[in-house]
Structure formats: C-alpha cells, structure tokens
C-alpha cells in the first residue's frame, strides 16, 4: 500500500478516537488465530506429549468429552461468583453511603475495610472454611469471594460520593436539599462512574475469590471450575484441564464484557470516557 | 443635560438610593459584617452596605477583595463571622432564616452533566417537591426568557460555554426570584457572547425588575450593566469606593460607545486603582 492509499483510513481512525472497529476485532482474532494453529502444529510436529502441553484440538475434545460434567461445574462456580459479587455490591455501596454521610464512620472502619483488602485471601481461606465450610462448603466460598470483591466497590464508591461539584453543593445548599435529596440528585450520579469501575474490577475479583477459595478448600468438597482442574491435574489429564481454563477465562471475558456494556449503557449519554473526543 | 454631566455629578455621592417603590428600607443590608476563615484570612472587614429593591449592583474590585465571599453571606450560604446581614423586607420561615428568594449564578456554569437541560432547570424546583408536571410551565417559561427552548432536551456536553452559562442563568430564574446574585458569571466567556449575554441580562432586568447583586473584575462589564457600582480593596476585604452609574436604561451599543460611558470607566478604574494601591501598602 502506498501512503497516498493510507491517508483516509488514517482519518477515520482519527475520528473514531483510535483504530477503525473492523480492525479492532479483526486484529486480535487473526492472532489468536495464527497461534492456536502455530501451538497445534507444533505439539504435533515436536511431538509433545498431552500430558505436558496438549493440542488445541484435543483440548476441544476434552472440553465435548466431559461437556456435561464441567457445564455443572461452571454453573457452580458462576453461581458463586455471581452471588458474591451481587452481595459485595450491595455492601460496599451501603458501607459507602455510611461513610459519606458521617467522618466519624468513615474513619473508626476504613482501617477495618483495608485489613480485609490487604490480608491475602488463601491465608483466611482455612480458617472461614473451618468456621463455615465444613457443613457448606459453597458458603465459605460465597464468604471468601465476597471479601475479595468487596474493597473495590467500596473504595471507589466512597471516592465517587465525595467527589460533588462544590458549586452544585452550594446550590443544594442554597435550596436546603435534605439529606436523602442530596444523596439522590447528586451524590449517586458523580459516583456512578466511579462504581462502574469498581464493578468491573470487582467482577474480575469475584471469580478469582471464588477459584482461589474452592482450591483451598481441597479435596472432594467442591465441584466447581477450579475443582475441575485441581481433579484432572491430579489424574494427569491436562487436555480436561486446559478446557476447564477455558471455561474459566470465558467466565472471567463475559462477566468484564458485561459489565463494559453496563457502563457504557448508563455512561454514554454524558460521561466523557463512554465519548468520543469530537476534536 | 449631558451624559457627561450626569456622570459627574453622580461620582459626588450616593445617596441612600430609594427604591422604586416609596419605601426606605433596603432589601438587604449588611451591619458591619466580618467574616474570617479558619486558617486566620481575614476576607472581609466591617462591611457596611444597603441594598435597595430593584438596584443593580456590581461588585468590583480585585481578586481576593471578598467580592464572592461578601454574596456568599448575602445567599446564607456560610455563615458571617461578625455583624448582621437583614433583610428588613422579608418574611422569615420556620427555621428563623429570612425568605431571600434568591438565584444564584456562579462563575462556571455548574449543570449536572447527566441530566438534560431540562432537568438541570427543574432541579430547583424538584428540590422544593414541585412535581416536574406542574414545574413545567415555569421551566419552559424559564428556559424562553434564555431563549434555550429549543434545546431543552440536550445534554450540557452538546452546548456551547454561552448557552451553558443560560442555562445556568435559566436555573437561577425558574424560582422567579426577587434577587439574582451572579457571581463573575461571564468572566469565563468570549467577549462577543458576554456582550450578548450582557444585553439579555439587562433586558430580562428591566421587564422582571429584580435586585441584582453581579460581582465582576471587570470595569467596562460593571459600566455598561449595573446602576450601582461598589468597589472592593483586598486584605482585608472591605468597601473603598460607591458609585452611581445615573445612565438611562435601556443601554446598548450608543451607550457602549458614548462619552458619558467612557467617563464612568475613567472614573471607576481610579477608584480600583485607588483598591489596588492600598492592597500594595499592606506588603
């Protein structure tokens, strides 16, 4: 192509504030392409055994296999990263509202909330299993994954419902809002940005709660995802494994592509990171 | 008479301006009011001052002078450090604080970026429990007198900084208030919308026939709008110069360019110079 050629698909990329979108999603599916057909034909012409790196088609075999088995396992495990992240959001922005409405509040727990944060997860793992999971296992799971998902809402939370316009304060002032009039007509919308973008961190870490958890709980209690994997790494059967990976990452893509679309659902009318710069 | 005449004349002193209607109590005013902040800045320093129903007042002086703190106080919003600011005209509501009925303007146009205009309009209105369907006409009412109408749908990101500013402007407005306190609201603005702003605003002053209270840092804004011109000195904040501008209304371009006009700048750029100079003696 000559750079005369080049010119008006340089402009367009410019209006669209990066690449043109065909591009975007051509670009990334021809490499994923081109190394998943490089990865099978190596494995084949070096020969590599499948119990070390199997083939991308035996890894779809494993994933027709054992379809069955491993849809329940990653219904289990979305379960439990669905409800811990449902019910970290609805604690963290409670928690949130609490700490903007009162310094007092904010200042006795934020050290509390940030223990949570900074404690490694696998490291109470044990101990919340004993405490709850030795009856329900899916529980402690639920408990664990929530904390981790958790701080993310309500760090960013908290930063949004502080972060008001001053003059728009004073205007609410100057009408005597209430309270709740406040919290409605001004302190939910300037946060909304700020909890989307916890949510899609806290999506991420819902389901990282959730595997990490089960694999700390071990042998024969649970069934989810990362039990699947733990199974069949012990049986050496790493195409089941591979295909349990993937269920997982697929899990991981949908829940961050949900939530992107939420947020530019709700942010597109106004928010300047869901527009396009018109310069 | 000349317009030279009346402008001099009118510099000699300034009487307690009487309002259009026959009484003499001001609308506001202020007794020796200080107000200091925490960290020990001194903003503003017995300040005497009577508002009359119906003046247009600006507030000019240079930045730091306590021209916002000064219609902060008169909004309620923050409270004086010293002294009283009444309102001998007004009746008091419940918690003891007078009815000002009041519209603000700030220096930026401060619209809720997620809310259309006409949401961002209804707001005052929303906040004192008027449902949007009997706010409606007052909306549309206000949104007219900006002649933002046709716009009531859009987002603020999609309007220019001038319509913004009329938008805010609609805001204050939709409580059809007897004061509109403008805080710089132009100073932001190109100068051919502030002088298009300016005229809308003197216009939609001489037909509603509010108090207005315009802090500006700008002598020639100051001139061309207000029939009373207060002048500032900084640190601490205090009043140093009350100018009447006895030009006639309505004014436009002529005045812009009149002889009378560039008489008034003269002599209100002295008294801010005189504003300055003692700023200077403090250091």
Known sequence: ?????????????????????????????????????????????????????????????????????????????????????????ALGVVVAILFAQSRLVEVSLFPYAVVLQVTPIVSIAPLVLIWVGLDHVERALLILATIVAFFPILSNTTLGLKSVDHNLQN??????????????????????PYLLGGMKISGGLALI?????????????????????????????????????LLLSLLGIVIFFGLSALEYLLLRKWHESALGREN | MSMDDVAARSIAAVPDRAAPAATHKPLIQLNRVSKAYQNGTIALSDVDLRIAHGEF????????????????????LGGVSDGTIDWPLSSYDVRGEPIRDLGFVFQEPTLMPWATVLDNVYLPLKLSGVSRRDAASRVAEALEMVRLERFARAYPRE???????????????????????????????????????????????????????????????SVYLSNRIVVMSARPGRIIGD??????????????????????????SAELARAMAGTEDDH
């Open chain 1, 209 to 245: 709660g959730a595997v990490v958890a089960e694999f700390v709980a071990g042998s024969g209690t649970g069934n989810g995802l990362a039990w699947r994997i733990v199974e069949a790494g012990n049986r050496l059967n790493i195409p089941r494994m591979f295909a349990a990976l």
């Open chain 1, 171 to 192: 205007l609410l002032d100057l009408y005597h809002a209430s309270r709740w009039q406040r919290l409605k007509e001004l302190q939910f919308p300037s946060a909304l």
């Open chain 2, 159 to 221: 309007l220019s900084g001038g319509m913004k500013m009329r938008v805010s402007i609609a805001r204050a407005l939709v409580v059809r208030p007897k004061v509109l306190l403008m805080d710089e609201p132009f100073a932001a603005l190109d100068e051919i919308t502030r002088f298009r702003l300016n005229n809308d605003l003197l216009s939609l002053w001489q037909a509603q026939r509010w108090t207005v209270i315009f802090v500006t840092h700008s002598v020639f804004e």
């Open chain 1, 1 to 89: 192509m000559t750079i005369a050629d080049a010119r008006p698909s340089a402009q367009t990329a410019a209006a669209t504030g990066g690449l043109p979108l065909s591009v975007r999603i051509a670009v990334p599916i021809l490499l994923g392409a081109v190394f998943i057909v490089a990865w099978e034909l190596l494995v084949r012409y070096l020969a590599i055994p499948k119990f070390v790196l199997p083939a991308p088609s035996e890894i779809v075999a494993a994933l027709i296999d054992g379809f069955g088995p491993l849809m329940v396992s990653m219904w289990i495990t979305l379960k439990v990263t669905l409800s811990a992240f449902f019910i970290a959001l």
């Open chain 2, 57 to 76: 007042v600006s507030l000019l002086g240079p930045s730091g002078c306590g021209k916002s703190t000064l219609l902060r106080l008169v909004a309620g």
């Open chain 2, 243 to 268: 100018l009447a501008i006895d030009a006639p209304y309505p004014r436009g371009d002529a005045f812009r360019t009149s002889t009378a006009y560039n008489e008034f700048c003269r002599l209100t």
